[in-house]
């Protein structure tokens, strides 16, 4: 759909002066339309769950401080992430953000994969790019005052993965949602910055683009290592860091291109921390007790009972009750409970329209996992333990 609204607006723009022509041409982008055959739902064992943040902003971004790369990344690796993005900004070094973050020496980890990518810093609003290999962000930073239809040209040939960051308050993300692959979900430890994000995203859930969910703490100061800088605006270098939140992602194997295959395909969770269970959501289409799909994937209801299931695997607190959100469409559908233990699990049974769209997601609030190398983000986030992406019946797999 992205690709075609493109077209369509190539289309019209070709046909200023010609009104009846461009009439015929314009078409509602959110009508439900006749789908063609989904693609195979992917393999739900084939794969490896990866944690990371994806919005880090190191010393090569003017508004932060106490930050290297060497710092953000011996950190990542202490708490064991699998992947970070560094995200500077890319108009305090002009755009050049390949001869700036990247080229940093410190720009390199043993454990931790590395994805290139930058924050696309407009008056417009802010979107961060994600890519597995260096890309031409000039590029992209050239056209930031540009038409939709543009800056969707040149991320389409950049190859890029683009996102729109903090979409709401005073930044918010103010380009079309038809030329990014995700939104950041969940922005930073301070929870409270986010129930509008949640809303847009189930807006744009609602009126049929498949659009990934996602985490990034947006941590600009590095944790104070020196008895000097104890003091100085301590409360946010501790309340919010790398992997407030953490942002699971499965990929088909340990690599910066799977990493963002996976984002793109939204077989991904958000976890308040790197400890906090991560929410696991998926689907028993033909009631066999087997399950068919997992979050982000998308296929035709049968009009028969699906069985779905939310798994929360790693840190659960025995005994301690978990509230589990079931929003359907972009609303509550229901609410359900669990018990921590060694396998937190509910299931429930819906049976999605035949005609039309519908997506099912998940909210989960509980007891905070502590995170001891960044103390204040527990009490920040509350009870918000994680959230899963949508899973799909009658998307357009072309939106
Ligand atoms: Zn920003
Ligand atoms: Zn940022």
Redesign the pocket.
């Known amino acids: 759909m992205r690709l075609r609204v493109l077209a369509a607006g190539l289309i019209l723009m070709g046909c200023i002066g010609n009104p009846a022509r461009a009439q015929s041409t314009h078409s509602n982008p959110w009508a439900p339309t006749e789908l063609g055959p989904l693609p195979p739902i992917a393999s739900l064992t084939d794969g490896v769950w990866l944690k990371g943040d994806l919005h880090l902003h190191s010393r090569h971004s003017k508004d932060s401080s106490n930050n290297s790369e060497a710092k953000i990344i011996h950190f990542a690796e202490s708490v064991g992430m699998d992947y970070i993005c560094i995200t500077d900004h890319d108009n305090h070094v002009q755009g050049d953000v390949a001869h700036n973050t990247w080229t940093d020496p410190e720009f390199k980890s043993d454990s931790v994969l590395l994805l290139y990518g930058a ?1 696309w ?1 407009t008056t417009r609003g ?1 979107g961060n790019a994600f890519s597995a290999r260096p890309y031409d962000h000039q590029r992209l930073y050239d056209v930031r005052d540009q038409r939709d239809i543009v800056v969707g040209a040149v991320k389409k040939e950049l190859g890029i993965h683009l996102s729109a ?2 979409p709401s308050g005073k ?1 918010h993300f103010g380009f079309s949602y038809d030329m990014v692959d995700s939104i950041e979900v969940w922005n930073s430890a301070y929870w409270s910055k986010n129930a509008n994000a949640i809303m847009i995203w189930d807006d744009m859930l609602s009126s049929g683009r498949k659009l990934t969910g996602r985490g990034g703490s ?1 941590s600009h100061h590095g944790i104070p290592d020196s008895p000097e800088l104890a003091g100085k605006n301590t409360s946010q270098r501790q309340a919010n860091y790398v992997g407030t939140p953490t942002t699971w992602v499965f990929a088909k194997k340990r690599t910066l291109q799977s990493v963002v295959d996976a984002l793109t395909n939204g077989r991904v969770a958000v976890s308040a921390n790197p400890y906090a269970p991560r929410v696991e959501f998926y689907a028993d289409l033909d009631q066999d007790g087997k399950m068919d799909m997992m979050m982000g994937d998308n296929t035709k209801p049968t009009g028969k009972a699906v069985t779905f299931r939310v798994q929360l695997t790693g840190n659960t607190v025995a005994g301690a009750a978990y509230t589990i959100h079931i929003v359907k469409d972009g609303n509550p559908f229901n609410t359900l409970q669990a018990t921590g233990g060694k396998t937190t699990m509910v299931e429930f049974t819906d049976t999605p329209n035949i005609v039309g769209r519908t997506y099912y997601r998940v909210e989960v609030e509980g007891p905070p996992t502590a995170y001891p190398q960044v103390p204040g983000s527990t009490a920040l986030n509350g009870n918000r333990v994680g959230l899963s992406n949508p899973i799909y019946f009658n998307f357009d797999p072309n939106f």
């Open positions: 924050e810093t802010h960051n903090h930044d947006d």
